[in-house]
């Protein structure tokens, strides 16, 4: 038989989370690769999961999503960002985010399009590009004074009149990077001056440190009417098995993204959108004791990290931290990541596979802080044996 698997996606195969994560498995290694939290979200929220299952709010919910979440979603994006949501035609509820985005970019780009990100990018975005047969523009960020950033210059550069979207991550994954405003307004430009739809992944929006305000993307001038804004409750409550995300965009966006999405999922997790509902309203205070307590484990991670050899790049948000391994004698992340339970019992994930120019990333490694202090340090007592420190 020929090769069963369309063309455009034979350069997807295992991601790098499912090789990373089987291979800590199969070598009883910490994993450090994948970005989710070993300990639970808010008592009260799970409670409400369970009475929401055990009422009978088992069967499908409305195809846009339940009227509580869409509407818990439309007070929260008021109370943290002063845009106001229709939630009957401006929310629609996804299976997470990764879906949300997925449907966007097959909803909004025809064959041929162009669709630019930035490198390093999350990997399902190149995938989505490729399900909708558009092509990805990747606009490179390097590490300026400490923290990854794009060239303005390169991404207006980046822009054809095949353009039709810019996909921007902020809090941005895998980098840590948060977009400040003057970088926003550089792509908000961009976005009103060549009529561009922004697609903004926002999952970490609640996730950041150091006083680093989330700026979101719709909120500057000109922005809402052009933004499909994305978010979900994996990451802000640490739930990330729930797959419970949204969408808020003006009416025709969403639509648009709706048609689509309700051939891929139709709707789902009825339970758990009545639970982010209440997470929404209720627990947010819960939410900032878990920020406070990711930065204290990113500054663990951070010195153990150093005091192991690394170069550590400072995050302003997510889960993760950057470093290069080049201090370490190692010059490429992928090589050095699958010999790293080997070397050190630790599961890492190699940052140049988020890369179109995986030589701009390939000194880069990416270690993941959600997890317990007792799990950070003995990762970091391990990983000092590279180094013999």
Request: charged share 20%; proline share 6%.
């Amino acid at each position: 038989m020929t090769e069963p698997l369309v063309a455009r996606m034979r350069g997807f195969g295992t991601t790098i989370f499912a090789e990373m994560s089987a291979l800590a498995v199969q070598t009883g290694s910490i994993n450090l690769g994948q970005g989710f939290p070993d300990t639970d979200g808010p008592a009260a929220m799970l409670d409400r999961a369970i009475q929401a299952i055990t009422s009978g709010a088992n069967q499908y919910p409305p195809g846009p999503g339940t009227p509580e979440l869409r509407r818990a979603v439309s007070e929260h994006r008021a109370e943290h960002y002063g845009l106001s949501y229709d939630p009957a035609g401006e929310i629609l509820i996804t299976v997470g985010a990764t879906e949300a985005v997925a449907a966007s970019v097959l909803a909004l780009c025809e064959p041929g399009d162009e669709v630019i990100a930035f490198e390093p990018y999350y990997d399902s975005y190149a995938a989505s590009i490729a399900l909708a047969q558009a092509r990805l523009v990747a606009v490179t960020m390097r590490p300026v004074a400490g923290r990854f950033t794009f060239d303005p210059d390169e991404l207006r550069a980046a822009v054809t009149p095949r353009t039709r979207a810019i996909l921007v991550n902020s809090p941005h994954n895998p980098t840590g990077t948060v977009f400040t405003r003057e970088e926003l307004t550089a792509i908000a430009d961009l976005c009103r001056e060549r009529d561009l739809v922004a697609i903004t992944d926002e999952v970490y929006e609640h996730l950041t440190f150091d006083g680093v305000e989330h700026i979101s993307l719709a909120t500057l001038p000109g922005m809402r009417e052009r933004t499909v804004a994305i978010s979900s409750a994996g990451k802000t409550f640490s739930v990330t098995g729930w797959k419970t995300g949204w969408v808020c965009a003006p009416a025709p966006l969403v639509t648009a993204v709706q048609t689509v999405k309700q051939f891929l999922t139709f709707t789902a997790s009825a339970p758990w959108q009545l639970a982010v509902a209440y997470g929404l309203r209720q627990e947010l205070e819960w939410v900032a004791a878990l920020r406070s307590g990711l930065q204290d484990k990113r500054d663990r991670l951070m010195e153990g990290l150093a005091a192991a050899g690394f170069e550590v790049l400072r995050p302003a948000g997510t889960y993760f931290v950057q470093t290069d391994i080049r201090p370490l004698g190692f010059a490429d992340g992928l090589e050095l990541t699958r010999r790293l339970p080997e070397l050190a019992g630790v599961v890492a994930i190699p940052t140049q596979v988020f890369y179109d120019h995986p030589e701009r990333g390939r000194h880069f490694v990416r270690f993941a802080f959600c997890k317990k202090d007792e799990v950070i340090d003995e990762a970091v007592t391990r990983l000092k044996r590279l180094s013999g420190a």
